[in-house]
């Protein structure tokens, strides 16, 4: 089955095309907003950004694929969690697209296409999962024919955490990837408030720290290793304590901060000390269009389909309120 996706939830416009036929990603395109410098994502000019760039990602994901739509078997898209306008953007094209070409159109979870492309490319079948991106942080298990979030930031996200320091010190967004270069060359370990409560955290007292060392003339590098450091002990911490706790035997890493070569060493040393397999959603731990049609080819394969009249978006879905029922 042969499924284009279309995810457009906060900075990124993507169209992935994906066989379910042993799970090969066609291509995958993406159109990225980027912020002023000093600025966040502001949603209607990322919504602006994705009307604009749409029509060229949607041909070039198509063209990439060496697919025509007389090969395309349905059209997936981000339905929520997300920005509101940015959802909205993606969902038109969706609809329009699926409309035009008369293909099936179903609406997928952001957060269980995260998970399930790093599963599917993995050959996982239960892995305790680390989802990790800018809104969300979250440990979660699959039980019960749900993914249910066994702990999770009570706050921010790691990576809005990581944005927002970025944001304070003159790097531009996404910080994540910038700070983690500038944290290879950190060496001096600066304390910072560890807040872990059971399962869950909480990282709003690090950016604040964090930001004080800053003010205080610390290097800009000590001070991105110390909240690598802290931020992922944090999130190992209630990975572990899952993994223990459940007995799992895969660990997956996904979102957009799985792309951290430390926190992927940090999670793989967790679950390798439990005896666990440990995989990484790779390439695919950024938002792309290609995950959401991986789960529109397991959605349809279960006979769903998201009638238009049904296919609103949801900014603020959860990743289990969503059955799992493939
Ligand atoms: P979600 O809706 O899943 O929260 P998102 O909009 O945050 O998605 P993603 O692409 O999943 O989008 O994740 C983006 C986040 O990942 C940003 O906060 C960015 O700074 C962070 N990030 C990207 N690369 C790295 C890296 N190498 N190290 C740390 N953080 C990273
Ligand atoms: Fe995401």
């Known amino acids: 089955m042969i499924v284009v996706g279309v995810e457009g939830t906060a900075h990124t416009f993507g169209v992935g095309v994906v066989d379910s036929v042993g799970w090969r990603i066609l291509s ?4 990225t907003y980027t912020p002023a410098v000093g600025s966040g994502i502001l949603p209607r000019d990322a919504a602006q950004f994705m009307g604009e760039n749409a029509g060229e990602t949607i041909r070039k994901a198509l063209v990439d694929a060496n697919v025509g739509w007389s090969d395309v078997d349905a059209v997936a898209f981000s339905q929520g969690p997300g920005l509101g306008p940015c959802l909205r953007t993606a969902a038109t094209s969706a609809r329009a697209l699926a409309l035009y070409h008369k293909k099936p159109l179903v609406g997928v979870n952001h957060c269980i296409a995260h998970i399930e ?3 599917v490319l993995a050959g996982f079948k239960k892995p305790l999962v680390l989802y990790v991106s800018g809104g969300n942080s979250q ?13 999770e930031t009570q706050d921010i996200g790691v990576g809005n955490m990581l944005d927002k320091f970025g944001r304070e010190v003159g790097i531009q967004h996404p ?3 910038k700070i983690e270069v500038l944290a290879r060359d950190g060496g001096k370990y600066l304390p910072l408030p560890y807040v872990v409560k059971g399962t869950d955290l909480s990282f709003s007292g690090i950016l604040t720290a964090a930001l004080k060392y800053h003010k205080e003339g610390e290097r800009l590098e000590d001070v991105c290793f110390s909240l690598q450091e802290t931020a992922f002990a944090m999130l190992c911490e209630v990975t572990e304590r899952a ?3 459940l007995n799992a035997k895969e660990v997956l890493l996904t979102g957009g901060v799985g792309y951290n070569k430390r926190l992927a060493e940090m999670v793989s040393l967790v679950a390798s000390e439990h005896g666990a397999k440990f995989a990484n959603a790779g390439k695919y731990n950024g938002d792309n269009g290609a995950m959401i ?3 529109g080819a397991l959605m349809r394969r279960a006979g769903l389909e998201t009638p238009i009249d049904e296919s609103q978006v949801y900014p603020n879905q959860r990743t289990d309120d969503v059955e799992i029922v493939w």
């Open 28 to 31: 995958d395109v993406r159109s």
């Open 117 to 119: 492309v790093g599963r």
């Open 139 to 151: 440990v979660i298990e699959f039980n019960g024919g749900r993914y249910r979030v066994f702990g």
């Open 175 to 177: 910080a994540g990837p």
């Open 243 to 245: 993994l223990a706790h």
């Open 293 to 295: 049609a991986v789960v």
